[in-house]
């Protein structure tokens, strides 16, 4: 009899990706979309969990936003990851799943630490402020899920993914990561003329990426192998400067004109790099170099992404008042 997965948030960018790659494999995977269950209710949630008995959870659920949609709704990361968070994990205990994995962030690690980032680190000196809300959430449910580990002998394991990107992104420019924001900004600029993109900070925050992909690759790998681990890293393995991300991006798209960094915006953690060694010594690794990622990245937005966007005008309007 085949293992019953859930993947919670199964229609976001990670949980899409990984019920594709999942069902690939050939797993029995729930239907359990937003308008099916709502993962903040706990009574809903422990209902659920009774009727459908998953053997197999993957919390890949929760608010996720860009810099300063964090900034600016930190109580809102900070309760409603907690909640979901902390009522998947604890249904998943109650009733007896077999694995749980619960992914969680690369923000969870201090503001300022030795790099790249060991496991070890996590709590050992004060988080970035500017995103404390959702790394408070997120460092809530991996420990939760660890003491569980610890305590009751539960198959509980957190990842902490690099920044991702990849197909089923959100693109919104006013609550989007750095990479949907830059595609969409240079993509919009070589198609309607604009002379100028804007790129929010100084440029010189340096970041590690992982396409999406990779890490449905790297859940699948921790979902076939026994981890004595309580979590993980789990890195793309390169390191770049905002401003060589947005200059790859000006290459690849073809856009001709001119960059600016606008200061008055926050660049966040100076520099963020993981040290996935860990993983990468059981036997993972990325396979998706971040030239390759970012060209079919790229093609997405403008094939799938793109055609079917509200009209732009307002935000292409803003752009050509602003380079006059």
């Avoid at 706990?42 to 993957?58: C, G, S």
């Avoid at 999406?212 to 921790?222: G, H, M, N, Q, T």
């Avoid at 790859?248 to 856009?255: C, H, V």
Wanted: aromatic share 10%; net charge positive; glycine share 6%.
């Amino acid at each position: 009899m085949k293992s019953k997965v859930l993947i919670a948030g199964q229609e976001g960018m990670v949980g899409s990706s990984l019920y594709r790659f999942l069902k690939k494999k050939n797993f029995k995977i729930i239907e359990c979309k937003r308008k099916d269950l709502d993962f903040t209710n706990q009574l809903a949630v422990e209902k659920w969990f009774k009727k459908n008995r998953p053997n197999i959870v993957i919390n890949a659920a929760g608010r996720v936003g860009g810099i300063l949609d964090n900034k600016n709704f930190q109580p809102d990361f900070l309760y409603i990851n907690s909640i979901i968070g902390l009522n998947i994990i604890h249904s998943a205990a109650k009733f007896n799943v077999n694995k749980l994995i619960n992914l969680g962030s690369a923000c969870i690690y201090p503001k300022k630490t030795t790099q790249p980032i060991k496991e070890k680190k996590l709590l050992s000196s004060n988080l970035e402020e500017t995103n404390e809300g959702y790394a408070l959430a997120k460092i809530l449910a991996l420990k939760y899920s660890q003491h569980l580990r610890r305590k009751d002998n539960k198959n509980f394991i957190s990842l902490m993914p690099a920044n991702l990107y990849g197909e089923g992104d959100n693109f919104d420019l006013k609550s989007s990561h750095v990479l949907p924001a830059l595609v969409k900004k240079f993509a919009l600029a070589k198609l309607n003329n604009i002379p100028i993109v804007e790129v929010w900070g100084t440029g010189r925050a340096k970041r590690e990426f992982l396409n999406v992909e990779d890490l449905s690759s790297a859940i699948y790998f921790v979902l076939k192998k026994k981890i004595n681990q309580d979590y993980l890293n789990i890195g793309g393995g390169e390191h770049v400067s905002i401003k060589k991300i947005a200059l790859m991006l000006k290459k690849i798209i073809g856009y001709k004109g001119k960059i600016i960094f606008n200061k008055k915006y926050p660049d966040g953690v100076k520099r963020r790099q993981l040290d996935s060694s860990i993983i990468k010594k059981l036997g993972w690794r990325p396979k998706i170099d971040l030239k390759a990622g970012l060209e079919k990245y790229y093609n997405y937005y403008l094939n799938k992404i793109y055609p079917n966007e509200r009209p732009t005008y307002s935000y292409i309007g803003q752009l050509s008042k602003q380079n006059k």
